[in-house]
């Protein structure tokens, strides 16, 4: 590889929102989409909310000359909804599974039956080894009363983790989705403290699009303009995140967003709008590779992972709680069933007793059902708080420990700060 090496890397990233029989428009709405990847003949597009497998295969069609391989992560009952296509050949894939992702009973929301996951895939690319994650975190129904913030973050926790260990050969690492967070919610910080990943936003100084860089505006004519009442400018939910290993530098040249129209139709490709970044990877001196910290950053990281701790911490109490309210009211439904069988045996009020059987087991199955998910909610909150709290002492070893160490954890955590200074 040669020493003035450089890897320029375009990239689409986009919810398109796509609902059979509820998103409006979508099929001639994918037609467009698949209209403008052509043109723009990206690296790499990236897509999430394409819930029906027969739009992905419309657009794996419609887009093969352009890009000839592409991919779609299945999972849950519904789908993912994550799809990639690449101009480049996919050496690997893989997905994980959240292991939260809200509440079976909450069917108008439907995030459970959707499976939600990260998708993994790897590339070689001039030499380089680039692991390209793609994911979508549960939505926010109301963030006032924001009963889904455990899970987030807790899916927040797991990507994090899941990048983590599965970076480690990687000489760059790029992250695009809909995280359904906003940049400063304690899920995208926990995030980017501990894989070390940057913000396209934040990072580039050529920038084009949306006020704020905003990915659902008001503009918009798909969005719940009543939603966005409270921001004025739109939210920014949806990020382009990357980083490199030491030796390499990574900067984000430009950075794109549509702003509530199709930049060549006019109407809107979604409800979200879409991420155009432009990424250049290049050598960097060895005596410009960074070097692990334990001064403010590391300060900020065990910030961060207490506050995500007691996060979690207050979800496993709820979550046992109502497992507890369900064993109670399974314990009374097994009671008022034997009841009834005393009744219906005695002869007096048989058919009043046997009127009553079906909804007393009704219940009973019910409340089974619940206890059976609040614990299993439990268990993997519990299980998200146990790596938390590892995590966390291990960093406040290394804050205590002083420089002259470099404990593999913060190692681990700066080793990908290969971002260039724009």
Known sequence: MKPNFTLRLRIFNLNCWGIPYLSKRRAERMKRLGDFLNRESFDLALLEEVWSEQDFQHLRQKLLPTYPAAHYFRSGIIGSGL???????????????????????????????????????????????????????????????DIYLTHRVAQAWELAQFIHHTSKKADVVLLCGDLNLHPKDLGCRLLKEWTGLHDAYLETRDFKGSEEGCTMVPENCYVNQRELEPFPFGIRIDYVLYKAVSGFYISCKTLRTTTGHDPHSGSPLSDHEALMATLCVRHSPPQHTPSPTHGPE???????????????????????????????????????????????????????????????????LGAGAVYLFHMQ??????GARAELQHVLGRAREAQDSGPESRPALLLGQQEGDGTEEQ
């Open 83 to 145: 799809c990639v296509f690449s101009k480049h050949p996919i050496q690997e894939f893989t997905q994980h599974v959240y292991t939260l992702n809200g509440y079976p009973y909450m069917i108008h929301h439907g995030d459970w039956f959707c499976g939600k996951a990260v998708g993994l895939l790897v590339l070689h690319l001039s030499g380089l080894v680039l692991n390209v994650y793609v994911t979508h975190l549960h939505a926010e129904y109301n963030r006032q009363k």
């Open 298 to 364: 590391g300060s900020q990281l065990i910030s961060v992972l207490k506050e995500a701790w007691r996060e979690l911490d207050l979800g496993v109490a709820q979550a046992r709680w109502w497992a507890t309210f369900a064993s109670y009211v399974i314990g009374l439904g097994l009671l008022l069933l034997a009841f009834l069988c005393a009744l219906a045996a005695g002869g007096g009020v048989r058919e009043v007793a046997i009127l009553l059987w079906t909804p007393s087991v009704g219940l009973l």
């Open 377 to 382: 909610e439990a268990k993997g909150l519990s």
